[in-house]
């Protein structure tokens, strides 16, 4: 009797378990999925970039000297030709008054026709000579930091006209003392030449005082444009140094992205394509949109943060309304570069693919069971594929295709 029971419970308890695995077969399975519509697709990178002025000049002392007075402060907003600095010029003044000085010691000695013996006349002459040469070495070493200054954008034109000036004066006089001491040696005597001599010593004493008078013409340093100060390097009471800036004045109405660019992706940006400037908003990121308006001609070596050195190339990029923008120089910012991108076209999530035969293929909701539907690929990036055949405007995907319990034929309950 008992064995009777026995059989009668397992053939209930086999029916409720084929009932269950009934039931749950023909149970729709929850998929969320994707209704394909055409659409944009787009490939981009960011890079980390940094703000910087549009117009910016660094300011240099012309000569070395202490530094007397400092007339601004940093971040403070100065107006072009206004006075920054002051440097001491009791140095040069100790000179002009001793070249003044012999200037009219000169005047008086031609004057007075003053007649020395021949030997000594002539040796004197070749001091002159000797001594117009080591300033005119001078006059030389000095235009060259000059013009490397000028071409630095340090120094106003004028300054380098000036050392210009200065050093033709100086090659002038050179000239002017070796004629004399020509006459002189071609002379029968000591009075000859004597007119051509004085006049060339007071030709090079001017040319001298002209020197220093635009020497400390030059000690009240004034602002080439209007904008605001930075980097404010030097103290009151300390020695400029010509090679080396005082500070910086930068225009605060408009502003510059520099960023580095890997050389494997700059083929894609162009001159005058439109980025994005990204901003941390501590919480919600703030967006401007800027314009590259320059791209380096050459690539230069930069090491990256895992320490591996990479090939980079340095890319401006302009706001387009700077104004508005809540920047400051050294501000770190990212830059986001759109390089290729497709419109209307079919976009599905890359990680709804999976492999199929020799190709790839979707799982697609169709009379609300699941089917396999095989497709061509083509355009992607790091999310997103175009499908180029196999799907149309409408169709259901499913996002996850490795849902379990997913099969062929299998009754679907769409969740969007």
Request: glycine share 8%; with cysteine.
């Amino acid at each position: 009797m008992k064995k009777k029971w026995k059989i009668i419970l397992g053939v209930l308890l086999a029916v409720l378990i084929a009932g269950y695995w009934a039931s749950e077969s023909f149970k729709p399975l929850t998929a969320q999925v994707l209704e394909v519509q055409p659409g944009t697709i787009s490939l981009s990178f960011k890079e980390e970039g940094k703000v910087v002025p549009a117009k910016e000049r660094p300011i240099h002392a012309i000569h070395g000297g202490r530094i007397e007075q400092i007339l601004v402060e940093e971040g403070q907003p100065v107006r072009e030709g206004d006075v920054l600095a002051v440097l001491d010029t009791r140095e040069i003044d100790y000179q002009l008054q001793e070249l003044a000085a012999q200037l009219k010691s000169v005047r008086g000695e031609k004057a007075g026709k003053l007649q020395e013996p021949y030997e000594i006349q002539l040796r004197s002459q070749e001091l002159l000579v000797e001594q117009a040469e080591r300033e005119l070495a001078q006059y030389q070493t000095n235009f060259a930091r000059i013009e490397r200054l000028y071409e630095a954008n340090a120094v106003t034109e004028a300054a380098y006209e000036e050392a210009k000036k200065m050093l033709e004066q100086a090659q002038t006089r050179l000239e002017l003392e070796k004629q004399a001491l020509a006459l002189l040696r071609e002379s029968t005597g000591p009075g000859s030449g004597t007119q051509q001599f004085y006049e060339g010593r007071i030709e090079a004493l001017q040319a001298q005082l002209s020197f220093l008078e635009y020497q400390k013409s030059q000690s009240r340093i004034t602002a080439p444009i209007s904008g605001i100060v930075s980097e404010l390097g030097i103290k009151e009471g300390e020695l400029a140094n010509p090679a080396v800036p005082l500070m910086k004045i930068f225009d605060p109405s408009s502003y510059a992205i520099e960023t580095y660019v890997l050389t494997s992706d700059i083929r894609g940006i162009k001159e005058g394509m439109e980025v994005d400037v990204i901003l941390d908003g501590r919480g919600e990121d703030v967006a401007y949109r800027g314009i590259v308006k320059n791209i380096a001609p050459s690539a230069v070596s930069m090491i990256s943060a895992l320490g591996l050195e990479e090939q980079r190339v340095k890319v401006t990029v302009a706001l387009e309304d700077a104004a508005a923008a809540e920047l400051f120089p050294g501000c770190a910012v990212d830059v986001a570069f759109t390089v290729d991108e497709r419109r209307d076209v079919l976009v599905v999530p890359r990680t709804a693919l999976f492999p199929y035969g020799d190709g790839e293929a979707v799982w697609v909701v169709e009379d609300g069971k699941a089917q396999v539907r095989p497709v061509q690929t083509g355009f992607y990036n790091n999310r997103d594929i175009v499908i180029t055949e196999g799907l149309e405007p409408g169709d259901l995907v499913i996002v996850d295709p490795q849902l379990k319990g997913l099969d062929s034929g299998k009754r679907i309950k769409v969740q969007k």
